[in-house]
């Protein structure tokens, strides 16, 4: 069964240009998670997405915004890049339900320069 | 709003010598709770959950027991390996389904 794919790997963008995420969750499950790894180490809660309704949203500026997709794939959007933005984002989806856990991705590297 | 707070780290260690790491959480309801561990340059894997009071999770030789009555889901391995070096993370999925991390312990072995 194959995990949770997210794309591109590598992002290269400059200051104040658009970037735009993909993740594609594991078959069957309807919950879509976005966090931020800065700096190697903690993760920041960006989005979740489930049912294609986003239900959450962590302390991002509005242009940190995405959307899930009817086959529950999902797109993280950031508008009007700033240097900060460079990190690690990354996807993780889930059934729904709190007992379970969430599958994590490999991350988009994405460098604004 | 849910919170999960673990000990910082680095925590350095020997090999052969015994880990924990402390995991405290503030929630609503009944939450569920997880340890994912990872490792460098990798990504994040699931290590263990535990979905009610007094479960033990376990895996790979790591344990945490849900403890309701002082809200805390330490993680313990009798005998840690250099293979053990990555980072760390406590996590609790409240009953909205909101999944939570804590910011993560970089837990080094060595030989």
């Known amino acids: 069964e194959a995990g949770v794919t997210q794309s591109p790997t590598h992002l290269i963008k400059t200051r104040g240009q658009q970037a735009t995420l993909r993740c594609s969750p594991i078959?069957?499950?309807?919950?879509v998670y976005w966090y931020q790894q800065a700096l190697g180490l903690g993760l920041q809660f960006l989005l979740w997405?489930?049912?294609?309704?986003?239900?959450n949203r962590g302390n991002f500026p509005p242009r940190f915004s995405g959307r899930q997709f009817p086959n529950y794939s999902s797109e993280l959007n950031v508008n009007a890049l700033e240097l900060e933005d460079s990190a690690l984002y990354l996807c993780?989806?889930?059934?729904?339900?709190?007992?379970?856990?969430?599958?994590f991705g490999q991350g988009t590297r994405l460098t604004v320069v | 709003g849910d919170s999960v707070t673990q000990m910082e780290g680095p925590v350095t260690l020997s090999e052969e010598a015994f880990l924990t790491i402390n995991c405290t959480y503030t929630?609503?309801?009944?939450?569920?709770l997880f340890w994912y561990v990872q490792y460098p340059g990798e990504g994040l894997q699931l290590l263990l959950k535990?979905?009610?009071?007094?479960d033990k999770g376990s895996n790979k030789g790591f344990e945490a027991t849900y403890r309701k009555e002082t809200t805390s889901f330490h993680l313990e391995k009798g005998s840690v390996q250099v293979s053990d070096s990555a980072v760390y993370f406590c996590?609790?999925?409240?009953?909205?389904?909101?999944?939570?991390f804590g910011a993560g312990t970089q837990v080094v072995v060595t030989p």
């Open positions: 993780a989806s889930s059934w729904a339900g709190n007992s379970y856990g969430a599958f």
């Open positions: 078959s069957g499950h309807t919950s």
């Open positions: 997405y489930d049912e294609g309704e986003e239900r």
């Open positions: 929630a609503t309801g009944y939450p569920s």
């Open positions: 535990a979905t009610k009071a007094d």
């Open positions: 996590a609790l999925r409240g009953s909205w389904g909101k999944l939570q």
